[in-house]
């Protein structure tokens, strides 16, 4: 156990989280979470790569005393309790961050990335375990992230967080209030959680970066007070000021309905980041000007028109004058409709950057009707794809960064098995027969092309999914009618 103290001290005074003068204070502190006896007895040491492998065996030791019970949740909540002993106070956290932002804005982003990784707040080493690739279509390249990074639950956690009560304190993960909050089963612990408070149109938000990053500096920004999200003129403001007080970052929201939002529609909030998507490279089909603003029509699987002008209130204006055309427009033909009685089916899931000294507005048209036929969505991954993804298409994924399940590893070793040698699919992969007869009719399968054609499959299902979200098809009806819209009633 004590070398394993040293190396994470080490790491920490190394990483520039702590000084070598905190030695003996976090030391101590450590000795008194962790139950064991205080000792000064000396230790070798090592460097380490990464915080987790000192705190791995920390907790397997901890469990051998039964200070742990042996289950994930447990050793998760317990891990950002060591990690918290290195942490500094959000007041300090922010003194830093402002003082570097002052210098440079990407000074001030990196550093708070980077020291969120060295608190382990960001799991960087159980991120590196998720699959990337990149995979070709007639939109330009399209990216797979398998995310392996979320541990599945084991039988132990599950149980023991039926057990617990529902939380009314903080009211949902995301909320300002859950900074240095101790978890239980049911909730992440966030002792080390820190936030940055930002201003952003007289109003506070909070910056934080996802703990399960999906790209570079996967940022999210969370407004100070528990709401629902809504997209309206303030969405389009806030996203074009965060463009500008982190002008290298983009930032985007997801839809403000079901089906088509995000995971968490009770929490106003954006994501953003140093990243570069690929609905960004993707090809421009038209473009019209008028009054400073240039509208270009997407090539892309989702609805999608970018608004572009110097002016940031010309732009904002006309963002809401679009939406509001949206929230009101029919296409019976294409199974386009604005409500059903009284309740709203459209949206726009936006996305915001200032390039080239050019504000721009990328928006994507969102319709969240269900019919018999699609009881999940219209417009949403139809049912022949549910074997690779069932779950809403949100922001990441409408921006061409597909988020696909940890199970799909697995599944893909049975596809790969028969691809190659023609063993039976067992049951949990059967799901896949069609997709697998697929490749193989079109093919020469062997040992050097396998993994290449089971992930250029992926992505065409992907991009499928993407092209069942569209409201407007990339076919001349779909193309002939959005090109109608925007020409007859947006610009
Ligand atoms: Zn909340």
Same mark, same amino acid.
């Given at each position: 156990?004590?070398?394993?103290?040293?190396?994470?001290?080490?790491?920490?005074?190394?990483?520039?989280?702590?000084?070598?003068?905190?030695?003996?204070?976090?030391?101590?502190?450590?000795?008194?979470?962790?139950?064991?006896?205080?000792?000064?007895? %000396?230790?070798?040491?090592?460097?380490?790569?990464?915080?987790?492998?000192?705190?791995?065996?920390?907790? @397997?030791?901890?469990?051998?005393?039964?200070?742990?019970?042996?289950?994930?949740?447990?050793?998760?909540?317990?891990?950002?309790?060591?990690?918290?002993? =290195?942490?500094?106070?959000?007041?300090?956290?922010?003194?830093?961050?402002?003082?570097?932002? +002052?210098?440079? #804005? %990407?000074?001030?982003?990196?550093?708070?990335?980077?020291?969120?990784?060295?608190?382990?707040?960001?799991?960087?080493?159980?991120?590196?375990?998720?699959?990337?690739?990149?995979?070709?279509?007639?939109?330009?390249?399209?990216?797979?992230?398998?995310? !392996?990074?979320?541990?599945?639950?084991?039988?132990?956690?599950?149980?023991?967080?039926?057990?617990?009560?529902?939380?009314? /304190?903080?009211?949902?993960?995301?909320?300002?209030?859950?900074?240095?909050?101790?978890?239980?089963?049911?909730?992440?612990?966030?002792?080390? #959680?820190?936030?940055?408070?930002?201003?952003?149109?007289?109003?506070?938000?909070? $910056?934080? /970066?996802?703990?399960?990053?999906?790209?570079?500096? *996967?940022? &999210?920004?969370?407004?100070?007070?528990?709401?629902?999200?809504?997209?309206?003129?303030?969405?389009?403001?806030?996203?074009?000021?965060?463009?500008?007080?982190?002008?290298?970052?983009?930032?985007?929201?997801?839809?403000? $309905?079901?089906?088509?939002?995000?995971? &968490?529609?009770? #929490?106003?909030? /954006?994501?953003?980041?140093?990243?570069?998507?690929? &609905?960004?490279?993707?090809?421009?089909?038209?473009?019209?000007?008028?009054?400073?603003?240039?509208?270009?029509?997407?090539?892309?699987? !989702?609805?999608?028109?970018?608004?572009?002008?110097?002016?940031?209130?010309?732009?904002? *204006?006309?963002?809401? =004058?679009? $939406?509001?055309?949206?929230?009101? /427009?029919? +296409?019976?033909?294409?199974?386009?409709?604005?409500?059903?009685?009284?309740?709203?089916? #459209?949206?726009?899931?936006?996305?915001?950057?200032?390039?080239?000294?050019?504000?721009?507005?990328?928006?994507?048209?969102?319709?969240?009707?269900?019919?018999?036929?699609?009881?999940?969505?219209?417009?949403?991954?139809?049912?022949?794809?549910?074997?690779?993804?069932?779950?809403?298409?949100?922001?990441?994924?409408?921006?061409?960064?597909?988020?696909?399940?940890?199970?799909?590893?697995?599944?893909?070793?049975?596809?790969?098995?028969?691809?190659?040698?023609?063993?039976?699919?067992?049951?949990?992969?059967?799901?896949?027969?069609?997709?697998?007869? @697929?490749? $193989?009719?079109? +093919?020469?399968?062997?040992?050097?092309?396998?993994?290449?054609?089971?992930?250029?499959?992926?992505?065409?299902?992907?991009?499928?999914?993407?092209?069942?979200?569209?409201?407007?098809?990339?076919?001349?009806?779909?193309?002939?009618?959005?090109?109608?819209?925007?020409?007859?009633?947006?610009?």
């Amino acid at each position: 156990m004590l070398n394993h103290i040293e190396n994470l001290i080490l790491y920490e005074i190394q990483k520039g989280v702590i000084k070598e003068r905190d030695y003996t204070y976090v030391k101590n502190q450590l000795f008194r979470l962790l139950q064991i006896e205080p000792t000064d007895q %000396s230790v070798a040491f090592e460097s380490i790569k990464y915080p987790s492998e000192a705190l791995d065996p920390i907790l @397997d030791i901890l469990e051998q005393k039964q200070i742990l019970d042996g289950s994930q949740v447990a050793r998760d909540l317990f891990d950002a309790k060591i990690m918290n002993v =290195f942490a500094k106070l959000p007041s300090d956290i922010e003194e830093i961050f402002f003082a570097l932002y +002052n210098q440079k #804005h %990407s000074l001030a982003t990196t550093w708070y990335y980077d020291y969120m990784k060295h608190l382990n707040y960001i799991r960087d080493e159980r991120i590196k375990k998720n699959e990337f690739f990149k995979t070709t279509s007639v939109y330009g390249d399209v990216e797979i992230t398998i995310n !392996l990074s979320k541990p599945e639950k084991d039988p132990k956690s599950i149980l023991a967080a039926s057990k617990v009560k529902s939380l009314s /304190y903080p009211k949902c993960v995301l909320c300002a209030e859950s900074e240095g909050f101790a978890g239980n089963p049911s909730r992440d612990s966030r002792d080390q #959680h820190r936030l940055i408070e930002l201003d952003i149109n007289h109003e506070s938000w909070f $910056l934080q /970066y996802s703990p399960y990053t999906y790209y570079n500096e *996967h940022a &999210i920004v969370l407004s100070s007070e528990h709401r629902p999200m809504k997209i309206n003129q303030n969405t389009f403001e806030n996203l074009l000021e965060l463009c500008e007080q982190f002008d290298h970052y983009l930032f985007g929201s997801n839809a403000d $309905l079901p089906i088509v939002g995000g995971s &968490i529609l009770s #929490h106003d909030h /954006y994501q953003g980041g140093n990243y570069v998507f690929p &609905i960004e490279k993707a090809d421009t089909l038209s473009l019209w000007e008028k009054e400073g603003i240039t509208y270009e029509l997407k090539k892309w699987p !989702l609805s999608t028109l970018v608004i572009k002008s110097t002016s940031k209130d010309d732009l904002i *204006h006309k963002a809401v =004058f679009i $939406l509001d055309k949206w929230k009101n /427009y029919n +296409n019976p033909d294409l199974s386009i409709k604005a409500y059903s009685d009284d309740v709203p089916h #459209h949206t726009i899931t936006p996305i915001a950057r200032i390039k080239d000294g050019f504000y721009t507005l990328t928006l994507i048209f969102r319709d969240n009707q269900t019919s018999d036929e699609h009881p999940y969505g219209i417009f949403h991954p139809h049912a022949d794809k549910w074997h690779i993804k069932k779950e809403n298409i949100g922001l990441i994924e409408a921006m061409g960064l597909a988020i696909l399940p940890a199970r799909l590893k697995e599944e893909m070793k049975h596809v790969k098995a028969y691809l190659l040698n023609k063993k039976p699919l067992p049951e949990l992969a059967m799901k896949h027969e069609k997709f697998a007869n @697929d490749i $193989l009719s079109k +093919n020469q399968v062997d040992g050097q092309n396998v993994d290449h054609l089971i992930e250029q499959k992926i992505g065409q299902v992907f991009v499928a999914i993407l092209e069942d979200s569209g409201c407007f098809k990339q076919n001349k009806e779909g193309l002939d009618a959005f090109k109608s819209f925007i020409e007859d009633e947006l610009i």
